[in-house]
């Protein structure tokens, strides 16, 4: 198991900018994508951006192909997901996740796939 804990979280204005931060600790050698999911109040958890920690391909939902950037610091153990151009409706939880899984993921932004979870921090939009 791999322990995450989030950073970077807080109420910016329409228009602007967060950089989220995921550190790992732990089982982290066997550890082969993380990703970046969001969840506001009421609505399902979805993926927004996805890393291949041993090779460094990157994975976005549609959504967020053109705001949102998804990045590793290996010596530093941490993902980050840098957010531009925020806006009200991306107020949300924001969650890291992990996952050890070795065999082909048809949806690298699946939660399914992940099997260690941040406890979140949380990303508020104003306009």
């Known amino acids: 198991q791999v322990h995450l804990v989030e950073s970077g979280g807080g109420s910016v204005q329409t228009g602007g900018s967060l950089r989220l931060a995921c550190t790992a600790s732990?089982?982290?050698?066997?550890?082969?994508?993380m990703a970046w999911f969001r969840q506001a109040p009421g609505r399902e958890r979805e993926g927004v951006a996805a890393?291949?920690?041993?090779?460094?391909?990157?994975y976005y939902a549609d959504a967020f192909q053109d705001r949102f950037t998804i990045s590793q610091d290996n010596a530093k153990n941490t993902v980050y997901l840098q957010m531009n151009s925020l806006k009200p409706e991306d107020t949300a939880m924001y969650y890291c996740?992990?996952?050890?899984?070795?065999?082909?993921?048809?949806?690298?932004?699946?939660?399914?796939?992940?099997?260690?979870w941040g406890q979140g921090t949380q990303v508020t939009v104003s306009s």
């Open positions: 996740a992990a996952t050890d899984i070795r065999k082909y993921i048809p949806d690298y932004l699946h939660r399914r796939y992940y099997t260690s």
């Open positions: 732990g089982n982290i050698d066997s550890t082969t994508y």
């Open positions: 890393i291949y920690i041993l090779g460094g391909s990157t």
